[in-house]
């Protein structure tokens, strides 16, 4: 079974600072999503990053998948009250499950105004 | 442009009952998946079906769990009976295609508890 391990679990913040979640596996995936799932919805795609060493922008978000396409990170600058949610990494076409995703276990954002 | 509707919201059941929810996916999307979240966890996937026709049911528990997509549409998932560790959220997606990399659209999911 391949796992996706997130760090940290929680993490509570004051709006306005930055912080950056981790993603890591020791298996390598073909792509690496990220999602935010706010309560009692479903999660939300927010990023696909394909090619190792890969780094995207999405506003104040920045994603980088790692060289090997072992690990992911996400970077938020400046964090709101509305960057509050569950943020999720999911990984893709790893050797042993070709063709679904398999998601870590999460990272709660809080962000306090 | 609708996103993917789910039935019910919210279901309380007792051990050994019988369950069922109910997806709709967007309109056009040809593959649609089933995912359990426990609490504290991320989805995990139970089905996958492209069409009308099952493309992974590797981690649904077939003693217990079935599920079905009449005419490539609308899917119900079962479970007969229940067992205390059911109790979660389950996910409904939908993708127009079905590579892992195509975006795939959740509902906002139906919170199953067991007691």
């Known amino acids: 079974t391949q796992l996706l391990e997130q760090s940290p679990q929680f993490l509570s913040i004051q709006e306005g600072e930055n912080l950056t979640v981790y993603c890591n596996s020791s298996?390598?995936?073909?792509?690496l999503q990220w999602y935010r799932q706010e309560p009692g919805e479903g999660p939300v795609l927010l990023v696909t990053?394909?090619?190792?060493?890969e780094v995207k922008k999405l506003k104040r978000l920045t994603f980088q998948f790692g060289d090997a396409r072992k690990d992911s990170s996400l970077h938020i600058t400046a964090a709101q009250t509305g960057d509050t949610g569950l943020y999720l990494c999911?990984?893709?076409?790893?050797?042993?499950?070709?063709?679904?995703?398999?998601f870590g276990s999460g990272t709660q954002l809080t962000v306090l105004p | 442009e609708a996103g993917v509707a789910q039935s019910p919201r919210y279901k309380i059941i007792e051990k050994r009952q019988s369950v069922a929810f109910w997806c709709n996916p967007i309109?056009?999307?040809?593959?649609l998946y089933w995912y359990q979240q426990i609490l504290g966890q991320g989805p995990k996937l139970l089905i996958q079906?492209?069409?009308?026709?099952?493309?992974?049911d590797s981690q649904l528990p077939k003693d217990r769990f079935s599920a079905e997509r009449l005419k490539g549409v609308d899917s119900t998932l079962k479970i007969q009976p229940a067992k205390l560790e059911d109790s979660a959220v389950y996910l409904c997606?939908?993708?127009?295609?079905?590579?892992?990399?195509?975006?795939?659209?959740f509902g906002p999911g139906t919170r199953l508890t067991v007691l």
């Open positions: 997606a939908s993708s127009p295609g079905q590579l892992f990399t195509d975006t795939q659209y």
């Open positions: 298996s390598v995936f073909s792509s």
């Open positions: 990053v394909v090619t190792g060493g």
């Open positions: 999911a990984g893709g076409g790893s050797s042993g499950s070709a063709r679904q995703l398999t």
């Open positions: 309109s056009g999307h040809a593959t």
């Open positions: 079906f492209q069409n009308n026709g099952v493309v992974d």
